[in-house]
């Protein structure tokens, strides 16, 4: 009887474990499976705009540093001690304004000297002139009272230029920086007193690729932006062109020139410039939040009719002030220039096809979509440095 019991209890086990293992390998995954396809596909809520065509002047971005026309180190030729300094750190100084003067009173005293024996040579010369008008002296005689004067004017002239570099000046028009030098200073052939730079006209040198070299020409307008004076255009033009191409970088030199009467730019500023190099183009632009980067190609989301599944779509729940769900298709395009907020794409996209400019992070290629343009983030207003 107990046998009997045993076997019995062991077959229901074993109906239980198997009513079980089919209802969750089977029954359960079928029903789930039943139940998605049953249930309406869900409509992703999206932001897009359609391509504009806008009208574009093609430009060549560089990024390059601000440098004076004209701009030195005043130094000198001569050594000395600084005995007056004729400026302050940040002045405007005219060419030939007295800056450093250095002590010349040794100078002074062998000019003195150097005086006195030319006045003697020119009064022995006179004496040796009239002797040999007379016929008293010979040729020889008077070629070496000419050669003793002469002798004694270069030796006083050679004093002056050495008094004269010890009188440092302004060589040209310019504001100067901080002074590096004190009275009573001893001062070193060659030693920085004062920077010194011509601000009425800047020059900014920077690299482009050997490809643009066609494209820029002497005379083109050059639009500069610098980050001490957010939002205001600088604008310059082509002024020189490098006569040869870095072999490392595979670069061109250019120089711009900018009118600078305010003296507002300094040398040294970090620029961002675009060369205007060419006559408006049209092309079809998307705002910047259209276009998704990656290493496998630059993408949008573009919006299109659900032909596919148009009950699908028709039993979809929407609201009635919103247009029907539409289905998205990834494509990738070929980006061109950028220009504030928008980017203009080269290739794979016409004007006027809807793009997606939010939410595309949670979209897949096929999915139904519903725009609603309600909450649309205003577009970064200056793009940041690069």
């Given at each position: 009887m107990s046998k009997r019991f045993f076997v019995f209890m062991l077959v229901v086990i074993v109906g239980l474990l198997g009513g079980l293992a089919w209802f969750q390998l089977v029954f359960l995954p079928e029903m789930i499976r039943a139940s998605i396809m049953s249930s309406p596909p869900s409509v992703v809520t999206i932001s897009a705009e359609p391509a504009k065509?806008?009208?574009?002047?093609?430009?060549?971005?560089?990024?390059?540093?601000?440098?004076?026309?004209?701009?030195?180190?005043?130094?000198?030729?001569?050594?000395?001690?600084a005995r007056t300094i004729a400026f302050s750190s940040g002045d405007d100084v005219k060419q030939g304004a007295l800056l450093v003067q250095l002590d010349d009173n040794v100078e002074q005293a062998d000019l003195q000297a150097a005086q006195a024996t030319l006045k003697n040579a020119e009064s022995d010369l006179t004496r040796q002139q009239d002797l040999f008008r007379r016929g008293t002296v010979a040729q020889s005689q008077l070629d070496q009272a000419i050669a003793r004067r002469d002798e004694a004017a270069a030796a006083a002239e050679k004093i002056r230029a050495t008094i004269a570099q010890k009188r440092i000046t302004a060589p040209f028009d310019g504001r100067l920086g901080i002074r590096r030098v004190d009275v009573g200073q001893y001062v070193s052939p060659g030693q920085a007193l004062v920077p010194l730079q011509s601000l009425e006209d800047i020059v900014v040198d920077f690299p482009l690729p050997e490809q643009d070299i066609a494209r820029v020409k002497l005379g083109q307008t050059v639009e500069m932006r610098v980050d001490?004076?957010?939002?205001?255009?600088?604008?310059?033009?082509?002024?020189?062109?490098?006569?040869?191409?870095?072999?490392?970088?595979?670069?061109?030199?250019?120089?711009?020139?900018?009118?600078?009467?305010?003296?507002?730019?300094?040398?040294?500023?970090?620029?961002?410039?675009?060369?205007?190099?060419?006559e408006p183009q049209t092309v079809v632009t998307v705002p910047r939040t259209a276009?998704?980067?990656?290493?496998?190609?630059?993408?949008?989301?573009?919006?299109?009719?659900?032909?596919?599944?148009?009950?699908?779509?028709?039993?979809?729940?929407?609201?009635?002030?919103?247009?029907?769900?539409?289905?998205?298709?990834?494509?990738?395009?070929?980006?061109?220039?950028?220009?504030?907020?928008?980017?203009?794409?080269?290739?794979?996209?016409?004007?006027?096809?809807?793009?997606?400019?939010v939410g595309q992070l949670k979209l897949s290629p096929g999915d139904l979509v519903r725009i609603d343009n309600s909450s649309i983030p205003a577009a970064q207003a200056v793009r940041p440095a690069m």
């Open positions: 065509t806008e009208s574009w002047v093609p430009k060549i971005r560089a990024i390059g540093t601000l440098k004076a026309e004209t701009g030195i180190d005043v130094t000198t030729q001569a050594a000395g001690i001490a004076w957010p939002g205001e255009v600088f604008s310059g033009k082509v002024d020189a062109i490098d006569a040869r191409v870095n072999q490392e970088t595979r670069t061109i030199i250019v120089r711009g020139r900018v009118a600078n009467p305010d003296r507002r730019l300094l040398p040294g500023m970090f620029a961002n410039l675009e060369v205007v190099a060419g276009v998704t980067y990656s290493l496998y190609g630059d993408s949008i989301y573009v919006v299109k009719p659900d032909e596919a599944k148009p009950a699908a779509a028709a039993t979809a729940p929407a609201p009635a002030s919103s247009a029907p769900p539409l289905v998205v298709e990834r494509r990738f395009v070929r980006v061109g220039d950028t220009r504030d907020s928008r980017v203009a794409i080269a290739e794979g996209l016409t004007a006027g096809e809807e793009v997606v400019i």
